[in-house]
């Protein structure tokens, strides 16, 4: 199949976008129900053009096609298949169809569920989905197209980069792409909300469980971005401050602070001017990642080989639609406070400190991260921001969140009760302290794994009481609707993440070992035997191999095997053994050997216990799981309801 | 190809066990090596990266470690000859002051919006409470 | 005005990001300026490349103003930069001394004989501990050092003839009109 067809169906659907997000604004504007009736149509269309599209580069990727550029530049005859088709996202062009293709799934998701939303609405939502669309697929032809060709064609291609050459990385940027390009829907609801004027309020109920599983996603694609680094890079850390990192956590912060802004919004109506800012902003955050991934602005490891031309089209989509929806908030915001009062002690305030705190945090992250861009500008000198200043600031920040998390189910909308504080801060208190002290003796008192354990008994009791308390006074199937157990699953991650991170990073031994055959390390409480390097291959690399057997108190524990990669094209790559455990993870990586003819002496290793580290991806997966089972709600579930007032909102928007 | 080629190479890892006099030094040395930025990489520590002026650095580090020198005269050391820009603690100057401070002033103009809409919304409150908890969500909790 | 702010705030941040674009465009996003500028170059000891047996230190070479060339035989962009060099040398106006950085003495000798050898002096630095005290992080580089023993410019990165003509050429006029 000729990969100019690809170039073809990517035009196609370039101009079914522009029909998508033109033509029902104008109909939605004129009263005119043909127009609003393209948008269903033209997203389909556009989503089976993107889908033929990126069909065509996975085929031509399978069929090593290394007459096509960007198949010669990532894979070659050697690489497994499956890697071939994760190949398909390894770089900037195939990443970014991935991305457009993800965006088709999302618009056709909320194509077939807007069925019953008013119309006017469901087609501006479409139009914005659209318009979008038209951006990345106008930047894909014009500065990145993934289908140019390379002649003569080569007879073998470059390869993957060995560090993609991983299941981890198969998988890691689908699923953060999907909750990157999953708050372009609340977007959209927003700004179609704004277009609507005060008639439409509705719409943040419909937004929710969107954003809700946007924000799962993004969880789920960060966690497994972060074990990837951890298993893969070789280093044993699990996140670096690195800005890419950080460009994917910002709009994850962003969207923490919306979906609590929206459930105010939703039940009680205050807040709607700040629910709209910030589903703006976090659609805006994750288009500022792709900015800062693919400008080249900053420098970081995992950045795109960087283009300018490429840096200056995506400033200018960003200009125009992260410009265009704060114009039109600062134009169409509401300006009256509307919905129900509240007092100062009130859920409603707790959410706002915890939204407050969020919205700081991802301020932080930004500024520590365009910093040196400052620098730069006000002629500063060279200027290094890194994890030093982000691990300061950011717990700092997170400690009110941390402290008021477990009153934040207990207290009621508008008001609260007092006693029922007391009591959840004297129980969880009293826990958190004696748990505290008890794990002092454990760890040899150091600080931050007491902390870790308090944090953990801490949010974990305020969860449990919560849940006692429904269980005690709501009748059986009504206790935990999916919203609240969403809640629950996602504020006991919490718990489970702090602890992970603290306990792992103060109970963590690592040690640099010069290592001869036969020789044993004493590392935590594991003994590291290290039996020799030996050769061997795999489909498209040889490695030498080291075996290390650990035992404690002389029972075996694990065989690992660390390796040293060398690919196709020589670049060298780590393979660190992990031996996984619930409390402790073993970690060994090889460096090199001492004396470089000899693979078979001694070799230089890394060897690592890391107590506890599950528990931070265990504690992400948790608020992953809490987020989408918050979607799932059944209250989310459209209702004929919603249609009534199409009639009127026609009418309205005719006048 | 060659980005390719060179990305892959740096991302072998750095291993260099040394001769440390004891467990605390080398606590001490993996510490600062994981705060001073590597010059000639991407965006790497000088304890990761495996450039051959990352592992240079580390070997005048530990000599001056050995030399009894402390943290902050490494440092100095280290930034007389390449700047600040080696520190990923960037020290509190002149320049840093908005990078240091910002988040606070941030924060404080935050939370003096959400203090002055709190007021706001207790004065309604007042009057709106009465009005009492409608049944549009039915959830209570 | 303050429903207004998010968009200021917002075009601050393109007016950044712009800036940036422009930036990276004009400069290397890898070289980091020397805080040795205008300050006295580090004192150093090295061995001669070819007379390994007489040293060279920064005294011997006070009293007229050199340019400090970095390279090895290892460094690709070193390739790039010496055929400028070469043409350049003879009218440079300042003495050209070539600082052998990491190399094997057997190397650097190797590669001057094949790309030709500029350097009026040749100092070795094998061990690279030197190289330290000057803030060198990789090669090429290229320092520019007056009379006085001071640092007057630095060059990351090769000798392009845009950079000889646009910043070292004028750096050198200056320093030279400055101390006859």
């Known amino acids: 199949m000729t990969p100019e067809l690809g170039q073809l169906a990517l035009i196609l659907a370039l101009l079914l976008a522009l029909a998508q997000g033109i033509l029902p604004l104008i109909g939605a504007w004129r009263g005119n129900r043909a127009l609003m009736a393209v948008a269903r149509p033209a997203a389909a269309g556009q989503a089976v053009f993107v889908t033929f599209a990126f069909g065509i580069l996975v085929w031509a990727f399978l069929h090593f096609d290394f007459s096509v550029q960007y198949v010669a530049d990532n894979s070659n005859l050697e690489l497994p298949w499956y890697y071939r088709i994760a190949a398909v996202w390894g770089a900037h062009e195939g990443s970014l169809l991935l991305w457009i293709l993800i965006l088709n799934v999302w618009t056709v998701a909320l194509a077939a569920f807007s069925q019953k939303l008013p119309e006017v609405f469901a087609s501006r939502v479409l139009a914005v989905m659209g318009l979008i669309a038209v951006g990345f697929l106008a930047f894909i032809i014009f500065t990145s197209n993934p289908f140019g060709r390379l002649l003569p064609m080569p007879g073998d291609g470059a390869d993957l980069n060995p560090v993609l050459q991983d299941p981890g990385m198969t998988f890691h940027p689908p699923v953060l792409y999907t909750g990157y390009v999953g708050f372009s829907v609340a977007f959209a609801f927003a700004i179609a909300g704004l277009l609507g004027g005060e008639l439409e309020q509705a719409w943040v109920r419909w937004a929710r469980p969107w954003t809700n599983v946007a924000w799962a996603f993004l969880t789920l694609g960060i966690v497994a971005g972060s074990w990837w680094a951890y298993a893969e890079l070789g280093w044993g850390g699990w996140w670096f401050w690195d800005p890419v990192e950080n460009a994917s956590f910002m709009p994850w912060l962003v969207g923490l602070g919306l979906i609590h802004a929206q459930a105010i919004t939703e039940k009680r109506g205050s807040l709607r001017a700040w629910t709209i800012l910030l589903s703006i902003f976090a659609f805006s955050l994750s288009l500022l990642g792709t900015f800062l991934v693919r400008s080249g602005v900053l420098t970081s490891v995992h950045a795109f080989a960087s283009d300018p031309r490429r840096g200056v089209f995506i400033l200018a989509f960003l200009t125009i639609v992260v410009g265009g929806s704060l114009l039109l908030y600062a134009l169409r915001a509401p300006r009256v406070a509307g919905g129900k009062a509240f007092q100062l002690l009130s859920r409603e305030t707790v959410l706002l400190i915890g939204n407050l705190m969020f919205a700081v945090a991802a301020a932080m992250v930004l500024l520590g991260t365009l910093f040196p861009l400052v620098g730069d500008a006000l002629n500063l000198g060279r200027i290094s921001v890194g994890p030093p200043y982000f691990g300061f600031l950011f717990p700092l920040l997170m400690l009110p969140v941390v402290l008021l998390l477990p009153f934040g189910p207990f207290l009621r909308w508008g008001k609260g009760e007092s006693p029922m504080l007391k009591q959840v801060l004297l129980r969880a208190g009293i826990a958190a302290v004696a748990c505290a002290i008890v794990a002092a003796f454990f760890v040899d008192g150091k600080l931050k794994a007491i902390a870790g354990v308090a944090s953990l008994v801490w949010l974990s009791v305020g969860v449990l009481l919560y849940a006692i308390k429904r269980w005690r006074e709501v009748p059986r199937g009504r206790r935990y609707p999916a919203e609240m157990a969403g809640m629950l699953l996602a504020h006991l991650g919490v718990g489970v993440f702090i602890a992970g991170v603290l306990l792992s990073e103060s109970l963590s031994v690592t040690s640099d070992v010069r290592m001869a055959p036969g020789q044993t390390q004493h590392i935590g409480s594991y003994d590291f035997r290290f039996d020799g390097a030996h050769r061997t291959t795999g489909p498209n690399w040889k490695a030498d191999q080291g075996v290390v057997t650990v035992t404690r108190d002389g029972k075996p524990v694990a065989v690992m095997h660390p390796q040293k990669r060398t690919y196709l094209r020589g670049q060298v790559q780590t393979e660190s053994a992990v031996d996984a455990g619930i409390f402790r993870d073993l970690y060994v990586a090889l460096g090199e050997p001492m004396d470089a003819g000899n693979i078979e002496g001694a070799w230089s290793l890394r060897l690592y216990t890391k107590p506890f580290v599950r528990w931070i991806w265990g504690g992400g997966l948790l608020m992953m799981l809490g987020g989408f089972t918050c979607a799932a709600d059944k209250r989310f579930r459209l209702k004929r309801a919603a249609t009534v007032r199409e009639d009127l909102v026609l009418q309205e928007t005719r006048a | 190809m060659v980005m390719l080629v060179f990305a892959g190479a740096v991302h072998a890892q750095a291993i260099e066990p040394m001769p440390f006099a004891n467990h605390a030094q080398e606590l001490r040395f993996q510490h600062l090596t994981q705060q001073l930025r590597c010059p000639m990489c991407q965006n790497e520590t000088l304890a990761d990266s495996n450039a051959p002026i990352a592992r240079d650095l580390r070997n005048q580090i530990f000599k001056l470690m050995q030399q009894g020198r402390s943290d902050d005269e490494i440092k100095q050391y280290l930034v007389a000859r390449y700047s600040d820009y080696i520190l990923y603690n960037p020290p509190l100057k002149t320049g840093t002051v908005l990078l240091w401070f910002g988040p606070l002033l941030i924060l404080l103009g935050g939370g003096g919006v959400v203090l002055v809409a709190l007021r706001k919304r207790k004065r309604q409150g007042v009057e709106a409470t009465t009005v009492g908890e409608s049944a549009d969500n039915g959830e209570d909790w | ?180």
């Open chain 3, 1 to 180: 005005m303050n429903r207004l702010l998010p968009f200021i705030g917002f075009m601050l941040l393109v007016a950044l990001f712009g800036f940036g674009i422009w930036w990276n465009t004009q400069h290397d996003p890898n070289a980091i300026p020397t805080p040795l500028l205008n300050k006295p170059a580090p004192a150093f000891n090295l061995p001669k490349l070819y007379e390994p047996a007489q040293t060279v230190s920064k005294t011997d070479l006070l009293g007229q103003p050199y340019l400090l060339n970095v390279f090895a035989s290892w460094c690709i962009e070193c390739g790039v930069e010496h055929p400028v060099l070469e043409a350049a040398a003879p009218t440079l106006g300042v003495k050209l001394v070539g600082y052998n950085y990491k190399d094997a003495p057997a190397d650097a000798k190797g590669w001057l004989a094949a790309h030709g050898n500029p350097y009026a002096l040749l100092i070795a630095d094998e061990s690279g501990q030197t190289a330290l005290d000057f803030g060198v992080y990789g090669a090429p580089e290229s320092f520019l050092i007056d009379a006085k023993g001071v640092i007057r410019y630095k060059h990351i990165g090769p000798i392009t003839p845009d950079v000889l003509a646009a910043k070292l050429k004028p750096a050198i006029a200056a320093m030279l009109k400055e101390a006859p």
